[in-house]
């Protein structure tokens, strides 16, 4: 996660609010939220991805390029 991204655990998942650009992005699955916050600690996206099961894996790679594309989640 970009350093300036604070994740509030929600119902639905979590919100994201991004200090830097006061973007707000509602994060719609608990299977995306457990990546983004494994990001920190995991080798690459492949490992933080490996939870997820497999016929939901393609959607939530989805969902994590459009985080990156936005800036809420930045690439090592």
């Not at 690459?44 to 809420?72: H, I, M, Q």
Request: no cysteine.
């Amino acid at each position: 996660m970009h350093p300036k991204v604070a994740l509030r655990p929600e119902r639905f998942g979590a919100l994201a609010y991004s200090y830097d650009t006061r973007r707000l992005s509602l994060l719609r699955d608990v299977d995306l939220v457990t990546v983004v916050r494994a990001l920190a600690d995991a080798p690459s996206a492949g490992d933080a991805l490996a939870a997820v099961p497999a016929p939901k894996r393609a959607a939530v790679e989805r969902a994590l390029a459009r985080l990156v594309e936005t800036g809420f989640v930045q690439q090592r």
